[in-house]
């Protein structure tokens, strides 16, 4: 648990949250979905779909998040920080996974606490424990000092198509 501002980040697998909290799933995504509008453009969907997506993203990875108190009390419920990886299955490698790590995403009244870097290290260890050959990311240029302290290094060039 990192202490931020007289309060207890905890962390836990988002697929857990809605476990634990199923009760309160309409502030949870709302929380999450809120969180990641400061990556992304975000579109309405349905508890159901977010639900359904949750579920399916943690067959083969994860979405840890960082939050500060219970999704019970939305005064006092806030998700402060996320981020996902992906296994990849290869036939190379022995068979293992690559590691894909995404949506790395601090709220902007948490930054520069160094959310990110706990979010990074426990997903890389996640990615560890899971045998992953290795782990990728695709980021800004300006923000790679931030995956470099994480011992994440330039490699390549990435090319998009998108539809």
Same mark, same amino acid.
């Given at each position: 648990m990192?202490?931020?501002?007289?309060?207890?980040?905890?962390?836990?697998?988002?697929?857990?949250?809605?476990?634990?909290?199923?009760?309160?799933?309409?502030?949870?995504?709302?929380?999450?979905?809120?969180?990641?509008?400061?990556?992304?453009?975000?579109?309405?969907?349905?508890?159901?779909?977010?639900?359904?997506?949750?579920?399916?993203i943690?067959?083969?990875?994860?979405?840890?998040?960082?939050? /500060?108190? !219970?999704?019970? +009390?939305? @005064?006092?419920?806030?998700?402060?920080c996320?981020?996902? &990886?992906?296994?990849? $299955?290869? %036939?190379?490698?022995?068979?293992?996974h690559?590691?894909?790590?995404?949506?790395?995403?601090?709220?902007?009244?948490?930054?520069?606490?160094?959310?990110?870097?706990?979010? /990074?290290? !426990?997903?890389? +260890?996640? @990615?560890?424990?899971?045998?992953?050959?290795?782990?990728? &990311?695709?980021?800004? $240029?300006? %923000?790679?000092?931030?995956?470099?302290?994480?011992?994440?290094?330039?490699?390549g060039?990435?090319?998009?198509?998108r539809t």
């Amino acid at each position: 648990m990192y202490v931020c501002l007289n309060q207890s980040i905890q962390y836990s697998s988002l697929n857990e949250l809605v476990k634990d909290y199923f009760d309160n799933i309409d502030e949870i995504q709302q929380k999450y979905m809120a969180l990641l509008s400061n990556l992304s453009t975000v579109e309405e969907i349905s508890v159901n779909k977010f639900i359904e997506n949750i579920v399916e993203i943690s067959k083969n990875g994860i979405i840890i998040i960082g939050y /500060i108190g !219970k999704p019970i +009390s939305s @005064a006092n419920f806030e998700i402060v920080c996320t981020g996902t &990886l992906f296994l990849e $299955p290869k %036939l190379s490698h022995g068979g293992r996974h690559v590691g894909h790590i995404e949506d790395i995403i601090v709220h902007p009244n948490y930054r520069g606490k160094n959310l990110s870097f706990f979010i /990074i290290n !426990k997903l890389v +260890s996640w @990615a560890i424990c899971k045998k992953c050959y290795k782990i990728i &990311l695709q980021c800004k $240029p300006e %923000l790679c000092r931030i995956y470099e302290r994480n011992g994440f290094e330039t490699k390549g060039v990435e090319m998009v198509y998108r539809t």
